[in-house]
């Protein structure tokens, strides 16, 4: 499950971080972001994808929003949450929790 | 007085160090190593900022080059060791503002490092970074604490633009090298297109 989306040591953006981490392949998460005709960076062990916001993907799952606005986070946290199969937050227990692209 | 090149991050020391320096007479051409996408646009709109402030405040055109540096750390992340990471970058830093300062007619190299600030900047970090140049390198902060950057900074009026919220670097690595072995640094190195990159990083850069 991810926890609350908070904002970042140096409050320029939202990260949300999953407890227990995860364990995605990140090989996987971009192709299926590319699918959705998503621009993505591929630094091996993260991922940058120019979703709007901006997103970098951890392979512990941990995914930090390029915004100062938590609304436009939540609601590409959620995006990203359906696409990539990811588990839900703790905010939004009615979403059942499934375990990501791994 | 001499014509140098300062590597600028939009942070707080590095405003601080460039004052010293335009007060002592010394010309400036400001190299900003562009981080995005692993960054936002923040630092960049940090520096635009303070170098808006110190232009005013010396009365110098101090020239801004924005080199791209993401590809680069996209592919040192992508071939070599992380652990290394932040060195391997400064050495590609230090490369480019050096190439800089030869289109520049410069002679030295100025940059806002105090020591034992971050866990990368420690000696052994800072001379495996450096030997990558031929140029002296000035540090005027180099014995400062963040204290005492920091009273300056506010005496200047460049720190409420370098606290403004921002994205950190996200290519930093969890836990970084504090005491780098050169020997491991070049044959990290060796992994790499060295020239390449910088070649492609300067001619890509753009003048503000």
Same mark, same amino acid.
């Given at each position: 499950?991810?926890?609350?989306?908070?904002?970042?040591?140096?409050?320029?953006?939202?990260?949300?971080?999953?407890?227990?981490?995860?364990?995605?392949? #990140?090989?996987?998460? *971009? &192709?299926?972001?590319?699918? %959705?005709?998503?621009?993505?960076?591929?630094? @091996?062990?993260?991922? =940058?994808?120019?979703?709007?916001?901006?997103?970098?993907?951890?392979?512990?799952?941990?995914? #930090?929003?390029?915004? *100062? &606005?938590?609304?436009?986070? %939540?609601?590409?946290?959620?995006?990203?949450? @359906?696409?990539?199969? =990811?588990?839900?937050?703790?905010?939004?227990?009615?979403?059942?929790?499934?375990?990501?692209?791994? | 007085?001499?014509?140098?090149?300062?590597?600028?991050?939009?942070?707080?020391?590095?405003?601080?160090?460039?004052?010293?320096?335009?007060?002592?007479?010394?010309?400036?051409?400001?190299?900003?190593?562009?981080?995005?996408?692993?960054?936002?646009?923040?630092?960049?709109?940090?520096?635009?900022?303070?170098?808006?402030?110190?232009?005013?405040?010396?009365?110098?055109?101090?020239?801004?080059?924005?080199?791209?540096?993401?590809?680069?750390?996209?592919?040192?992340?992508?071939?070599?060791?992380?652990?290394?990471?932040?060195?391997?970058?400064?050495?590609?830093?230090?490369?480019?503002?050096?190439?800089?300062?030869?289109?520049?007619?410069?002679?030295?190299?100025?940059?806002?490092?105090?020591?034992?600030?971050?866990?990368?900047?420690?000696?052994?970090?800072?001379?495996?970074?450096?030997?990558?140049?031929?140029?002296?390198?000035?540090?005027?902060?180099?014995?400062?604490?963040?204290?005492?950057?920091?009273?300056?900074?506010?005496?200047?009026?460049?720190?409420?633009?370098?606290?403004?919220?921002?994205?950190?670097?996200?290519?930093?690595?969890?836990?970084?090298?504090?005491?780098?072995?050169?020997?491991?640094?070049?044959?990290?190195?060796?992994?790499?297109?060295?020239?390449?990159?910088?070649?492609?990083?300067?001619?890509?850069?753009?003048?503000?």
């Amino acid at each position: 499950m991810y926890r609350r989306l908070r904002l970042c040591s140096n409050n320029g953006g939202y990260e949300a971080i999953p407890d227990p981490p995860l364990r995605l392949d #990140l090989v996987a998460v *971009r &192709d299926r972001l590319e699918r %959705e005709g998503i621009a993505v960076v591929d630094a @091996r062990v993260m991922l =940058l994808a120019a979703t709007d916001p901006e997103v970098t993907v951890s392979r512990s799952g941990r995914l #930090l929003f390029k915004t *100062r &606005d938590p609304a436009a986070a %939540e609601r590409a946290f959620q995006q990203l949450r @359906r696409w990539l199969d =990811l588990p839900g937050s703790e905010v939004d227990d009615k979403i059942p929790r499934r375990g990501g692209i791994a | 007085m001499a014509r140098g090149v300062m590597l600028v991050s939009g942070g707080i020391d590095s405003p601080v160090a460039m004052h010293y320096m335009l007060r002592q007479g010394h010309e400036l051409v400001a190299v900003h190593m562009d981080n995005r996408p692993f960054t936002d646009d923040s630092p960049l709109e940090k520096v635009v900022d303070h170098l808006a402030m110190l232009r005013e405040r010396y009365r110098q055109p101090i020239p801004l080059y924005v080199v791209p540096h993401g590809s680069t750390q996209t592919t040192l992340m992508r071939n070599t060791d992380r652990h290394v990471g932040c060195v391997l970058c400064r050495r590609f830093m230090w490369r480019s503002a050096e190439r800089v300062a030869e289109r520049e007619g410069a002679t030295f190299l100025v940059t806002g490092e105090a020591l034992g600030q971050v866990a990368s900047q420690t000696l052994s970090n800072m001379h495996s970074a450096t030997v990558a140049v031929g140029l002296p390198i000035v540090r005027p902060l180099i014995g400062l604490d963040k204290q005492e950057i920091e009273a300056v900074a506010k005496e200047i009026g460049t720190y409420g633009i370098s606290t403004r919220p921002g994205v950190c670097c996200q290519a930093v690595p969890d836990r970084p090298a504090t005491r780098s072995n050169l020997v491991q640094i070049l044959r990290e190195e060796e992994r790499v297109d060295v020239e390449q990159i910088i070649d492609d990083c300067v001619r890509k850069a753009i003048i503000l």
